[in-house]
T-cell receptor, first 113, second 114 residues
Framework: DAGVIQSPRHEVTEMGQEVTLRCKPI?????LFWYRQTMMRGLELLIY????????DSGMPEDRFSAKMPNASFSTLKIQPSEPRDSAVYFC???????????FGSGTRLTVV | QKEVEQNSGPLSVPEGAIASLNCTYS??????FFWYRQYSGKSPELIMF????GDKEDGRFTAQLNKASQYVSLLIRDSQPSDSATYLC??????????????FGRGTQLTVWP
């Protein structure tokens, strides 16, 4: 099992540019989560999907953020336009059923300059 | 976001000692509780979960849950320098068929010195 795979590992972009983060969950997992981690706010839940359907996006900070899950093996988190305050580590995680916790990917470190 | 509170630390213990990490949560109806370990620059890694009141032991780790007090703790016995990391408490507030979200505390930084 390759685990949760995220790409890219690092992203440096200029303010105003579009950023797309990618995630491949563990095969067979029916929940997918996007989290953001910063020193100031810790680990925040942005959005989660169940069986490819967005269930709760109340954590998405602004309309600049959007997430999709077109199939069971792929999800994207897009920021357009990006701002310096979006700089953080973005984690994707997946789980089976939710009761056993979630497995995290290695994260994408985003820096917006 | 649901409130999950942890002492930020840092907590420093000598090798071989017991490290005690604490967590409180605000949603009384929460059902599932998790402890994650995060090494610097790495992703969170699940180490324990607990659903029922009482203690759950796994090797050197013991999770304790008291739903009446809305309190979860993690004990690490015979602490090793390799246990030095940030420990994150996570709570799943969902009930019934919707089981998924995890809300995290800010984490407690643990240092085990030789």
């Amino acid at each position: 099992d390759a685990g949760v795979i995220q790409s890219p590992r690092h992203e440096v972009t200029e303010m105003g540019q579009e950023v797309t983060l990618r995630c491949k969950p563990i095969s067979g997992h029916d929940y997918l989560f996007w989290y953001r981690q910063t020193m100031m706010r810790g680990l925040e839940l942005l959005i989660y999907f169940n069986n490819n359907v967005p269930i709760d996006d109340s954590g998405m900070p602004e309309d600049r953020f959007s997430a999709k899950m077109p199939n069971a093996s792929f999800s994207t988190l897009k920021i357009q336009p990006s701002e310096p305050r979006d700089s953080a580590v973005y984690f994707c995680a997946s789980s089976s059923g939710g009761r056993l916790g979630a497995t995290f990917g290695s994260g994408t470190r985003l820096t917006v300059v | 976001q649901k409130e999950v509170e942890q002492n930020s630390g840092p907590l420093s213990v000598p090798e071989g000692a017991i490290a005690s990490l604490n967590c409180t949560y605000s949603d009384r109806g929460s059902q599932s509780f998790f402890w994650y370990r995060q090494y610097s620059g790495k992703s969170p890694e699940l180490i324990m979960f607990i659903y029922s009141n009482g203690d759950k032991e796994d090797g050197r780790f013991t999770a304790q849950l008291n739903k009446a007090s809305q309190y979860v703790s993690l004990l690490i016995r015979d602490s090793q320098p390799s246990d030095s990391a940030t420990y994150l408490c996570a709570v799943n507030p969902d009930r019934g068929s919707t089981l998924g979200r995890l809300y995290f505390g800010r984490g407690t930084q643990l240092t085990v010195w030789p």
